[in-house]
């Protein structure tokens, strides 16, 4: 379906399709059931758009496929405006047809590190309320933990990026800087209390549910009190560094 996709996009656009690119968990063929499919598609101009209606229509209502329909002129533009979510296309995409060159984008220090800030407030409003709803509620609050993971993730990918450090994807920025933390509070003076095991079986319990293959754990409520304190110290140590450029 996503190959019928982009013919008749190259159809419908002839010369003005530039490029169409896969980004996000299909570009690591790690689509799960209930995923999107999501696709950047560069055109010269960005304009009547309506000829792609009934293709999108039918793979969105085929595979999920949502689509962000951009002039290339515009790319700095998208990732200066949503850094976080940019530079997770940055590390996870393919390119489908035509040529770009994303690994070049420019994401400004600046705006990634308030993006990731307002990122994680985001979060940690979302996961308020999944505290008061769906706490009882076991299958609606571990789907809600499910679908906040993604976030998380790139988010940490944020922060790894601010501190310079290589990081092979957004799932490994998590858990690195879950296996930091715990070593933070193994040192003397640490004041986070440590009775509700380490933030490297928090972040693996989150992977766990994210692939479907979660086992019995501590009590949800629990998981997501656990997820809101992890977004509280993500929020910390953004705060603690600063850019040394």
Same mark, same amino acid.
């Given at each position: 379906?996503?190959?019928?996709?982009?013919?008749e996009?190259?159809?419908? &656009?002839?010369?003005?399709?530039?490029?169409?690119?896969?980004?996000g968990? &299909?570009a690591?063929?790690?689509?799960?059931?209930?995923?999107?499919?999501?696709?950047i598609v560069?055109?010269?101009?960005?304009?009547q758009?309506?000829?792609f209606?009934?293709?999108?229509r039918?793979?969105? &209502?085929?595979?999920?496929?949502?689509?962000m329909?951009?002039?290339?002129?515009e790319?700095?533009?998208?990732? %200066?405006? =949503?850094?976080?979510?940019?530079?997770d296309?940055?590390?996870?995409?393919?390119?489908? =047809?035509?040529?770009?060159?994303l690994?070049?984008?420019?994401?400004p220090?600046?705006?990634?590190?308030?993006?990731?800030? @307002?990122?994680l407030l985001?979060?940690?409003?979302?996961?308020?309320?999944?505290?008061?709803?769906?706490a009882?509620?076991?299958? @609606?609050a571990?789907?809600?933990i499910?679908?906040?993971?993604?976030?998380l993730?790139?988010?940490?990918l944020?922060? &790894?990026?601010?501190? $310079?450090r290589?990081?092979e994807?957004?799932?490994?920025?998590l858990?690195?800087?879950?296996?930091?933390?715990? %070593?933070?509070?193994r040192?003397?003076?640490?004041d986070?209390?440590?009775?509700?095991?380490g933030w490297?079986?928090?972040?693996?319990?989150i992977?766990a549910? $994210?692939r479907?293959?979660? %086992?019995?754990? @501590?009590?949800?409520?629990?998981?997501?009190?656990?997820?809101?304190?992890?977004? %509280?110290?993500?929020?910390?140590?953004?705060?603690s560094?600063?850019?040394?450029?």
């Open positions: 379906m996503l190959d019928g996709f982009v013919a996009l190259s159809a419908g &656009a002839g010369a003005d399709l530039r490029a169409v690119v896969l980004f968990s &299909a690591e063929g790690a689509v799960r059931a209930g995923s999107d499919v999501n696709l560069v055109l010269e101009p960005a304009e758009l309506e000829r209606r009934e293709p999108l039918r793979a969105h &209502a085929l595979i999920g496929l949502r689509a329909f951009a002039a290339r002129v790319l700095p533009g998208i990732a %200066e405006s =949503f850094p976080v979510k940019m530079l296309v940055r590390h996870r995409h393919r390119l489908l =047809f035509g040529a770009l060159d690994h070049s984008l420019v994401i220090t600046n705006a990634l590190r308030q993006g990731v800030r @307002q990122s985001n979060l940690r409003l979302r996961l308020r309320e999944i505290s008061v709803r769906d009882f509620s076991e299958p @609606q571990l789907a809600a499910r679908r906040i993971a993604g976030p993730r790139a988010c940490a944020g922060l &790894a990026e601010l501190e $310079r290589r990081v994807s957004p799932r490994s920025a858990l690195d800087i879950a296996r930091s933390l715990d %070593e933070e509070e040192q003397p003076g640490s986070e209390a440590r009775s509700v095991g490297e079986s928090t972040v693996l319990r992977s549910l $994210r479907g293959s979660d %086992e019995p754990g @501590q009590p949800t409520s629990d998981l997501i009190a656990r997820v809101l304190r992890l977004t %509280e110290r993500l929020e910390q140590r953004l705060r560094r600063s850019d040394p450029s």
